[in-house]
């Protein structure tokens, strides 16, 4: 089993940056590859951003490429989403999710490990 732990969200303003943390805890050593997914009220909850244990392939959605980087501390086994230029359809609850599989995958089944959330607020 993981345990997955997110933090940094918050309530900013357009224009601004936030950083958040996604710490794993448990069978971290089963886990190859960790995602970060948004979901807003009313929508579908949506690929952000992924990177692989080994070699740190990174995978980006478009809406957000340029703007947020995904790194990992495999020594913390914590992964960081760094958002630059938040916009207010940024907006939404940004979960951390750990799978298996040894490169990015933009899909949520192809990840067994959630988060509980944490809450990202752009206003205009």
């Known amino acids: 089993q993981v345990l997955l732990v997110e933090s940094g969200g918050g309530l900013v303003q357009a224009g601004a940056s936030l950083r958040l943390s996604c710490a794993a805890s448990?069978?971290?050593?089963?886990?190859?590859?960790t995602g970060w997914f948004r979901q807003a009220p009313g929508k579908e909850r949506e690929f952000v951003a992924s990177?692989?244990?080994?070699?740190?392939?990174?995978g980006y959605a478009d809406s957000v490429k340029g703007r947020f980087t995904i790194s990992r501390d495999n020594a913390k086994n914590t992964v960081y989403l760094q958002m630059n230029s938040l916009k207010p359809e940024d907006t939404a609850a940004y979960y951390c999710?750990?799978?298996?599989?040894?490169?990015?995958?933009?899909?949520?089944?192809?990840?067994?490990?959630w988060g509980q959330g944490t809450q990202v607020t752009v206003s205009s």
């Open positions: 999710a750990a799978g298996s599989a040894q490169r990015t995958a933009v899909t949520a089944q192809a990840y067994d490990y």
């Open positions: 448990g069978r971290t050593d089963s886990t190859y590859l």
């Open positions: 990177i692989t244990r080994r070699g740190g392939a990174t």
